[in-house]
């Protein structure tokens, strides 16, 4: 069993994200799941990007790394979209850290001031044409990280792993899933 922490993406705390982290529960896992908009949810992600500019993405990091404070140091962080952002700097900086999961987004280790910790591993997810991502960039970020895997999906969705986003691919969802498994599987 692993012990994982799941951070939303702009559209929020959505069904289709909590659908997802119970697949992950399904499978033995312990999965927290936050929330960092304080029940807000947003019907396009273009509308929960604009909320999280009105906070702050510093408050979004704030918030997921304060989360994490009551939980086990020893955690798989993992987030979609917006949820990469304080996964990876939790993930970074955090000691204790098992892994890191970043499901359609990614940024480069420099934003957080600190280079990736040696023996973390962790793995990104995107689709190829994102409009969202770039994945020549997230390439670049996977090459600085021992350990680091990037798995590009066909399609040009972005939230494409919640089952109640318009980018929900289900054959690319149901593979993601099965990666994500195998990686909590191997940390444990």
């Not at 908009?37 to 993405?57: I, K, N, P, Y």
């Not at 991502?133 to 969705?157: H, K, M, R, T």
Request: aromatic share 8%; net charge negative.
């Amino acid at each position: 069993m692993t012990e994982t922490l799941l951070f939303h993406h702009a559209q929020g705390r959505t069904p289709g994200l909590l659908a997802f982290a119970d697949r992950w529960r399904a499978a033995g896992h312990a999965v927290h799941t936050p929330d960092l908009f304080d029940g807000a949810t947003f019907d396009s992600v273009a509308e929960g990007v604009a909320h999280a500019r009105s906070l702050g993405f510093d408050e979004i990091i704030r918030r997921g790394v304060a989360t994490a404070q009551k939980l086990p140091a020893r955690l798989v962080y993992a987030g979609f979209s917006l949820g990469a952002l304080p996964a990876q700097a939790l993930a970074q900086r955090r000691a204790g850290a098992a892994g890191a999961l970043l499901l359609h987004s990614a940024v480069p280790t420099a934003e957080f001031g600190c280079p990736w910790p040696a023996g973390v591993p962790m793995q990104v997810h995107v689709m190829a044409d994102d409009p969202w991502e770039d994945a020549q960039s997230l390439a670049g970020v996977v090459e600085e990280i021992d350990g680091g895997e990037l798995f590009l999906y066909p399609g040009n969705g972005h939230l494409f792993a919640d089952s109640g986003s318009a980018d929900y691919a289900e054959e690319a969802a149901t593979l993601l899933t099965e990666r994500t498994l195998a990686f909590l599987g191997r940390v444990a």
